[in-house]
């Protein structure tokens, strides 16, 4: 499967197997936009009584608006477009591992991007190891692409004649 055409547009080239360089170029655009957005959803944190509650209690009640902040962010551009703005900017796109072996290009669910997410932090805190095993798997899948059953792929412009 070196070539799939998508469907909806016959102008584009799909090639499995995101290169990691691309990933992390993705990555560092996103971090931007994460940044802004949790900047503008934290916005109301200082106005609720943290103070009168257990200290572990509200830690965990901080944390957890955290990841639903951007668990919400991520996981809305990857059901719908299967592309974050950093994944646009780079020409990646995550898609449905098992329609992409039927030659389809299907967005992932809610549930693989959850899985997609939750293992992918579990990879970053272990210092990036699940991007890097990308490197020796032969179809440059991730942890969190294998452990959601999705996949990491080029969309390009075909050229015309």
């Known amino acids: 499967m070196n070539s799939l055409k998508e469907q909806v547009d016959p102008n584009l080239e799909v090639i499995p197997g995101a290169p990691l360089w691309r990933r992390f170029l993705a990555i560092l655009y996103d971090t931007l936009m994460v940044v802004c957005v ?43 477009g299967g592309q974050t703005i950093g994944m646009r900017a780079w020409k990646i796109r995550l898609v449905d591992y098992q329609a992409l072996e039927a030659d389809i290009l299907k967005n992932p669910g809610w549930s693989q991007a ?26 440059r899948r991730t942890w969190h692409e294998r452990g959601a059953g999705t996949a990491m792929v080029v969309q390009r412009k075909v050229k015309s004649a």
Do not use: C, N
Not at 129 to 135: E, I, K, Q, S
């Open 114 to 139: 959850f899985k997609h997410y939750l293992i992918a932090l579990i990879s970053w805190s272990l210092a990036g190891l699940g991007f890097f095993a990308a490197l020796l798997h032969k179809e």
């Open 38 to 80: 949790v900047f503008i959803a934290w916005q109301p944190m200082p106005l609720l009584p943290f103070d009168q509650l257990p200290d572990w209690l509200s830690k965990g009640i901080r944390l957890s608006y955290m990841f639903l902040i951007t668990f919400g962010f991520f996981g809305w551009f990857w059901t719908h």
